[in-house]
Structure formats: structure tokens, C-alpha cells
């Protein structure tokens, strides 16, 4: 063993534990499943045929003057209450349930310039049912393109085992922000995809730096025991305990920026690229690894107590 494995201090028994995580994440991941079995996703109009409007009104305004303006003008159409945000509450945005004709959104924006003056200016996004439907499989499978590329390099660049564990963590890290959204009832738009695109990206890199410093410490280190397996993880998990706190902690600050300080536009993406982050380095760590512990466990009791060939 060399100095750099016999210096590394296991502060925590990460693998002992592994069964209270796995409880964790399945518990979190069964309230997500039910989440979106009972209340849905909260589709936004990339998704679901319709018509989104954002209007700029550039004073204090009050959400039912708005919504009394668009009922006016747009009738026996439905849409979401009237929502405020951007600085100051400056700007209001709902969603129709069906496409509005060009005409009578600029009534809208005459109707409130009327009201509140020139600088009212509007921006709207229109889709119609057959994009909406076609964007939908689409962005499903650019993450299963994604996802089966990735697993195939794991398997390929280290071995089955890895690519089993690490199919199992990149489900579980994609799952998390859907099953928070739906929680949270956040809408769900193509800056949601592009964000669980990037979690699995991220996450799969997080993932590669510890398999790979688990095979390089396969070599180095006397692996003939259970114990032996679990000790050797828990070291390599130590090793870059460090450098997995610290590269989240760089991105999610900047999240967390994007987040607070950006526009309405990027909110979601940003959101959905924090909860993605978190569970990203929680599952390289207690969710991938400790799945790869348990599968090679079973791999070893095989092979010890797999009969020896007769001689004929």
C-alpha cells in the first residue's frame, strides 16, 4: 500500500452506512413518483399547445387589473392567474390554454398602455399542438441518446459493474429535479431539459473521478475480503471528498446567483440546475459507488463459492 492510501483518514464509514442512504433516496424518489402520478407536471407552453405572454408595465400594478384587461379582450379563453416578478414587480406574465391570434394580444398591450402608459410593451411565445407534442419526444430522447452514449463509455472505459452503478445514479440524479418540480408546481420548459442535460453531464463527470480513482486503488491496494472492498472504497471516496465539495460548491454559487439575480427566463433553468447539482454529488458519492460496492460483493461470493470444475 503506498503512503498516500495509509495517510488518507476515513472520517465517516461511508459504505457501512450505504443502506441508510439507499432508504434515503428511495424514500425522496417514491414522494417524487407520487408527486407526479397525483399532481403532473406543470407543463409550460413549449410543451403544451398554447400562448404565453409577458408584459412589461414599468409601474406598481395590481395582478386582477391586469387579468380584467385580458378578459376583456380575449373572452372564452382560459389562462393562469396573472403572476408579477423582474425588478420591482415591473413585469407580469400568464399563460392561455389556447393560441391567440396576434390581433388580440396587441389589443392587450393598447388595452394597458391605455391604462399605464407608452412603456408598456409586450413578448409572447405561441405553439401549437403538433410542436408542442413533437418537442416533447424530442427533448425525451436527447436525455436517452445522452444517457445510453454515456453508460456505454462507463461499461467501455472501466467495466460492466461501473456502467450498472452508474445507469442506476444518472436515473436517480434526472429524476430528482422532475420530482421537484412537480412538487413545487415550477413550470417545466425547454430550459428545464437543457438543465437536466447538463446535470447528467456534470453528474456523469463527478462520477468518473471517484470509479476511477476506485480502479486505480483496485491495483493498489489488497482487495481478497468484503471488508477489504468496503475499506478500499471508503478511501477512495475520502480522496476526493475534497474535490467534490469544492467543484459543486463553484457551480452552485453561481446557480444560486443566476438564480436570484437573473431574469424570469433562466429562473427555472437555474433552479433546476441546483437541485440537479445537489443530487448529482450526493449520488456519485453514497448513491453510485455504494451501488457498485453491493453489485461487486456479489460478484466475489460467486466466484468463492462457485464449484470447482470436475475432472472427467
Known sequence: ????????????????????????SGLI????????????????????????IDLYIGKEFQTADIESVIKEEVKD????????????????????????EPEKLQAIETALKAKYGDQVSKQESTVNPEIAREMAVKAGLAILIASVGIVIYIAIRFQFLFGIATVIALLHDAFIPIAMFSILRLEVDLTFIAAVLTIVGYSINDTIVIFDR?????????????????????????????????????????????????????????????FGLLSG???SIFIAAQVWVSLKKREMAKKRYSPAPQEG
Open 214 to 274: 476506485i480502479r486505480e486503488n483496485l491495483r493498489i491496494m489488497k482487495v481478497k475480503t468484503a471488508e477489504d472492498l468496503e475499506h478500499m472504497v471508503n478511501v477512495s471516496l475520502w480522496q476526493t471528498m475534497r474535490r467534490s465539495i469544492f467543484t459543486v460548491l463553484t457551480v452552485f454559487f453561481t446557480a444560486l446567483a443566476i438564480a436570484l439575480l437573473g431574469s424570469e427566463g433562466i429562473r427555472n433553468f437555474s433552479l433546476a440546475l441546483i
Open 77 to 100: 379563453v382560459s389562462f393562469k392567474p396573472v403572476t408579477k416578478y423582474g425588478d420591482g414587480d415591473t413585469w407580469a406574465t400568464t399563460t392561455f390554454e389556447k393560441t391567440i
Open 29 to 52: 424518489l417514491a414522494l417524487g413518483l407520487l408527486s407526479v402520478l397525483i399532481f403532473g407536471l406543470n407543463l409550460g407552453v413549449d410543451f403544451k399547445a398554447g400562448t404565453r
Open 1 to 24: 500500500m503506498s503512503s498516500k492510501q495509509q495517510d488518507t483518514v476515513v472520517k465517516f464509514d461511508i459504505v457501512k452506512n450505504r443502506r441508510r442512504f439507499f432508504l434515503l
Open 281 to 283: 454529488t450526493y449520488s
